[in-house]
């Protein structure tokens, strides 16, 4: 079975600092992975995917399949990246159906 | 603000009664999904469509039925045999993966029902 863990339910960090959001999984097949944000009083949004190996808001991701792990980086933190985040593996062989962890609530203290 | 409509924001249930959750999408997404959110639990699946009239159950069906007649909708109704409904309802669509398009772009999500049972 899949399985995504979001070791720290609440992180928080001051503005400039850097920040590292934790992700592990567990899938036996090859492994498609996201980020999904979302900010207070919006809806929840994909922040970006792995696949895509891009940068967005300034944010990061690698996956490492030795480790299991999709860590989401940002070197200087903003306030504005204050938010609740998600990690979450989708499941090529079963119509696209994501599993996700139990978010992170990320609070950038100025 | 186009994209994915959920209706209503707030939705009251009486104990025993049936209600029905709206879900629509003008994306063209082939994929649609129920996700329930509890609090510090994440977002779990309750069922899924790849397509127009087939449905999957999730992980957390029991209680939940849907329907998929038309590409653009996907209704949820929560039954009274569902013995905690009190939650914050997600739909969301993406395009669909298939043979020739292996990769997912992802979801889009829908603003959310928030179901309480009075």
């Known amino acids: 079975a899949q399985r995504v863990t979001q070791p720290e339910k609440l992180l928080s960090v001051f503005k400039g600092a850097p920040v590292e959001l934790k992700c592990n999984y567990s899938y036996s097949g090859s492994p498609e992975l996201f980020w999904y944000v979302q900010y207070s009083r919006q809806r929840l949004q994909l922040l970006l995917r792995h696949i895509s190996r891009e940068s967005i808001k300034g944010f990061t991701a690698d996956l490492n399949k030795g480790e299991t792990s999709f860590h989401l980086k940002k070197p200087f933190a903003q306030e504005e990246d204050s938010a609740m985040y998600y990690c979450a593996l989708n499941n090529c062989r079963e119509a696209g159906k994501s599993t996700f962890g139990d978010g992170t609530t990320l609070t950038v203290k100025p | 603000d186009g994209g994915i409509t959920q209706s209503p924001k707030y939705l009251f249930r009486k104990e025993g009664q049936n209600v029905t959750l709206s879900c629509e999408q003008n994306l063209n997404h082939d994929a649609m999904y129920w996700y329930r959110q509890d609090p510090g639990q994440g977002l779990r699946l309750i069922y899924y469509s790849q397509i127009v009239n087939d449905f999957q159950k999730g992980d957390i069906a029991e209680g939940y039925s849907v329907s998929r007649e038309k590409k653009e909708s996907f209704p949820l109704t929560v039954t009274s045999a569902q013995k905690n409904p009190t939650a914050f309802y997600l739909c969301?669509?993406?395009?669909?993966?298939?043979?020739?398009?292996?990769?997912?772009?992802?979801?889009?999500f829908g603003s959310g029902t928030r179901l309480t049972v009075v």
């Open positions: 969301a669509s993406s395009t669909s993966m298939s043979r020739d398009s292996p990769v997912s772009y992802g979801y889009t």
